[in-house]
């Protein structure tokens, strides 16, 4: 399995501002995914981080609010625009490998909007 | 159709004995089955996964039971232990591409 980090793993942010967050994988991977979870829910797929090309965003999910970068095979960030209370999530990046279908996920950035 | 649905919500289980998840789906085009496993400020972790060409799968104490025909799939947790006290999610994918999540089940073992 691929080892996966995020950063950074918690923060409070101002109403208003934006936040990246970065994942790395140890390995090259084929797909990375950006989920985001609400507290005491399940998680919710925001987009698809394509390699050098624009990410495939979920129903729901916009491009001018996620916006994402996926530069190489083995990091991508993800940024929460415009940040308001209803932001406040987990946000976590996973990973699949070529020819397999395990995704596997990083620990989560704890995101809180005041 | 994308939907997988998730039962119970929540799960009181004592020591030792066993502990059961259900999960339904509709689309007949997901061919992977997999279990997460997230403790409180952890990312989800795989736990056990099934295709659809197998109507079990076994590893340590954790099984998966798949009816095709039913559409349904289930985890049993043998032996049931405090540290398995978690919330787990069911999910299928397709493709090898995204998940669908199910809603989660809390899960205590109660010594």
């Known amino acids: 399995s691929a080892v996966i980090s995020q950063k950074p793993s918690r923060d409070i942010c101002q109403r208003g501002t934006s936040l990246t967050i970065q994942c790395q994988v140890d390995?090259?991977?084929?797909?990375m995914f950006w989920y985001r979870q609400q507290p005491g829910q399940s998680l919710t797929l925001i987009a698809t981080a394509n390699q050098g090309s624009e990410a495939t965003y979920e129903s729901g999910f916009v491009i001018d609010k996620f916006p994402i970068s996926r530069p190489n095979l083995t990091f991508s960030t993800l940024t929460v625009s415009n940040m308001s209370p209803e932001d406040s999530s987990i946000y976590l990046c996973s990973v699949t490998t070529r020819g397999r279908n395990e995704q596997y996920f990083g620990p989560g950035t704890r995101l809180t909007v005041t | 159709q994308q939907q997988v649905k998730q039962s119970p919500q929540s799960l009181i289980v004592q020591k030792g004995g066993i502990s059961i998840i259900n999960c339904a789906y509709e689309?007949?085009?997901?061919?992977?089955f997999p279990w997460y496993q997230q403790f409180p400020g952890k990312g989800p972790a795989l736990l056990i996964a099934?295709?659809?060409?197998?109507s079990e799968k076994k590893e340590g104490r954790f099984t998966i039971s798949f009816n095709k025909s039913a559409k349904q799939f289930s985890l049993h947790i043998m032996d049931s232990q405090p540290g398995d006290s978690a919330t787990y999610f069911c999910a299928a994918s397709w493709d090898a591409s995204k998940i669908i999540f199910g809603s989660g089940t809390r899960l205590s073992i109660r010594p």
């Open positions: 390995s090259q991977v084929t797909m």
């Open positions: 689309n007949t085009a997901f061919d992977y």
């Open positions: 099934i295709r659809p060409d197998v």
